[in-house]
């Protein structure tokens, strides 16, 4: 099977999709006539796709047209099974290395941010155990519409993957956002959307946090957050809903990131356990150990000495690895010496399936690290590379682990 080149934002990427189980859901709206298109595209990148269609769908293009395209039978109605068990919309998703939705109109959004299962395509969803891609087309008005980007806002907290819409003209005479991306756009984000944390909820913490002495004084930490936006990164890549707990950085937010900005180790502590439930919490921060007691409201004036009550912060971590329907939590250790033996015990006294360590004076700061990974099955050495290489290694560990 030939790679195809599709171009996306980031520019040309290859996409081989060989034995990728693909269900298609076409729902109504006048850009299914691109998702016959899209489904061309599909199948020439090797994969075998399935076509699930709405009723509001088949009123815009023929079943026949995909049936040709994909070379199987479409999936019409959740009432003439297949399968003979009456389980069609169980086996369907159960195969599916991915369902993608396209397009996807503002009622089956609305319909899946819901949880219904009133036809074969909303019911395929809600049964699967794959990832989900949706990418909307509908009017710009209706893009805009507050029940509309609510109903987003619920399906990439539920690990959906977005595509688009774009802007431009639409076939309703209007310009603005609500166009469905081209076919070869879609195409070109779908190994994201396949990736091995597809479906999965990840939150993260990175960067130092700050603890106010008084207005314009502080404790904090060395840490620059480029391991834990690096992390952030890759998980996004690897398709996850990834939300990223940082402290004060000067950091972008990756592509697809969904960024909570906090200061002190307490607000970080109160962000994460708002964002729980999800499937791995990965603590990147190097949060202070200790805060000043009460922090002075006006600033402390010079005279000779300032003496600090200091108390201890929330293990943030500890904490969350307690819970009991704890995540998958993943801890890092920087130390300055005798790595695998701090490492090891600290993976075991806060209960860590896995943790990262590295030698703090080899790391901080830095664009390159060289970090052994400890978990139950040993040590894991990740030699030195840039930042994005390690966090996407790490991620291709987490993502075999969490399967
Ligand atoms: O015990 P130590 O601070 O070395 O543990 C480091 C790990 O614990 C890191 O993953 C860090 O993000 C997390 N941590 C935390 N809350 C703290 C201290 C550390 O989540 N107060």
Same mark, same amino acid.
């Given at each position: 099977?030939?790679?195809?080149?599709?171009?996306?934002?980031?520019?040309?990427?290859?996409?081989?999709?060989?034995?990728?189980?693909?269900?298609?859901?076409?729902?109504?709206?006048?850009?299914?006539?691109?998702? /016959?298109?899209?489904?061309?595209?599909?199948?020439?990148?090797?994969?075998?796709?399935?076509?699930?269609?709405?009723?509001?769908?088949?009123?815009?293009?023929?079943?026949?047209?995909?049936?040709?395209?994909?070379?199987?039978?479409?999936?019409?109605?959740?009432?003439?099974?297949?399968?003979?068990?009456? $389980?069609?919309?169980?086996?369907?998703?159960?195969?599916?290395?991915?369902?993608?939705v396209a397009p996807a109109s503002?009622?089956?959004?609305?319909?899946?941010?819901?949880?219904?299962?009133?036809? @074969?395509?909303?019911?395929?969803?809600l049964a699967r155990t794959c990832?989900?891609?949706?990418?909307?087309? $509908?009017?710009?008005?209706?893009?805009?519409?507050?029940?509309?980007?609510?109903?987003?806002?619920?399906?990439?907290?539920?690990?959906?993957?977005?595509?688009?819409?774009?802007?431009?003209?639409?076939?309703?005479?209007?310009?603005?956002?609500?166009?469905?991306?081209?076919?070869?756009?879609?195409?070109?984000?779908?190994?994201?959307?396949?990736?091995?944390?597809?479906?999965?909820?990840?939150?993260?913490?990175?960067?130092?946090?700050?603890?106010?002495?008084?207005?314009?004084?502080? @404790?904090?930490?060395?840490?620059?957050?480029?391991?834990?936006?690096?992390?952030?990164?890759?998980a996004a890549e690897a398709g996850?809903?990834?939300?990223?707990?940082?402290?004060?950085?000067?950091?972008?937010?990756?592509?697809?990131?969904?960024?909570?900005?906090?200061?002190?180790?307490?607000?970080?502590?109160?962000?994460?356990?708002?964002?729980?439930?999800?499937?791995?919490?990965?603590?990147? /921060?190097?949060?202070?150990?200790?805060?000043?007691?009460?922090? /002075?409201?006006?600033?402390?004036?010079?005279?000779?000495? $300032?003496?600090?009550?200091?108390?201890?912060?929330?293990?943030?971590?500890?904490?969350?690895?307690?819970?009991?329907?704890?995540?998958?939590?993943?801890?890092?250790?920087?130390?300055?010496?005798?790595?695998?033996?701090?490492?090891?015990?600290?993976?075991?006294?806060?209960?860590?399936?896995?943790?990262?360590?590295?030698?703090?004076?080899?790391?901080?700061?830095?664009?390159?690290?060289?970090?052994?990974?400890?978990?139950?099955?040993?040590?894991?050495?990740?030699?030195?590379?840039?930042?994005?290489?390690?966090?996407?290694?790490?991620?291709?560990?987490?993502?075999?682990?969490?399967?």
């Amino acid at each position: 099977m030939w790679p195809l080149l599709c171009k996306n934002s980031v520019g040309i990427v290859i996409v081989s999709l060989t034995h990728k189980k693909i269900l298609l859901g076409v729902t109504g709206g006048i850009a299914a006539y691109k998702a /016959a298109e899209l489904c061309r595209l599909l199948v020439k990148g090797g994969a075998e796709v399935r076509v699930a269609m709405t009723d509001a769908a088949q009123r815009f293009v023929a079943p026949l047209t995909f049936q040709a395209l994909s070379g199987k039978p479409v999936l019409a109605s959740l009432w003439d099974s297949a399968s003979g068990d009456g $389980m069609e919309h169980i086996h369907l998703s159960r195969d599916a290395d991915l369902i993608l939705v396209a397009p996807a109109s503002a009622d089956f959004l609305a319909r899946l941010a819901q949880g219904r299962a009133d036809d @074969l395509l909303s019911t395929l969803c809600l049964a699967r155990t794959c990832g989900l891609a949706v990418a909307p087309a $509908m009017n710009r008005e209706m893009w805009a519409a507050a029940p509309t980007q609510r109903n987003l806002e619920q399906l990439r907290a539920d690990g959906v993957s977005v595509l688009g819409p774009a802007a431009g003209e639409q076939a309703c005479g209007e310009t603005g956002l609500g166009r469905m991306l081209e076919p070869a756009e879609i195409l070109a984000a779908l190994p994201m959307c396949a990736g091995g944390l597809a479906g999965k909820r990840i939150l993260i913490t990175a960067g130092p946090t700050f603890e106010p002495i008084d207005p314009v004084r502080g @404790l904090t930490n060395l840490s620059s957050g480029k391991m834990g936006y690096a992390i952030a990164q890759a998980a996004a890549e690897a398709g996850a809903a990834v939300c990223l707990v940082s402290g004060p950085t000067c950091l972008a937010t990756p592509a697809g990131v969904r960024r909570i900005d906090v200061r002190s180790a307490a607000d970080m502590r109160g962000a994460v356990l708002a964002e729980l439930p999800s499937d791995a919490f990965i603590a990147v /921060a190097a949060v202070a150990d200790y805060r000043v007691d009460h922090a /002075a409201t006006q600033k402390i004036k010079k005279s000779g000495g $300032m003496t600090l009550h200091l108390v201890p912060n929330p293990d943030i971590l500890a904490e969350v690895a307690a819970l009991p329907d704890a995540p998958f939590c993943v801890g890092f250790a920087a130390e300055t010496e005798r790595l695998a033996e701090h490492a090891e015990s600290k993976r075991l006294k806060k209960k860590l399936p896995l943790l990262v360590g590295n030698l703090a004076q080899d790391t901080l700061g830095q664009d390159t690290a060289e970090l052994v990974l400890f978990d139950d099955r040993g040590r894991h050495p990740l030699p030195r590379a840039d930042k994005l290489t390690q966090a996407r290694r790490l991620i291709d560990h987490l993502a075999d682990l969490l399967h």
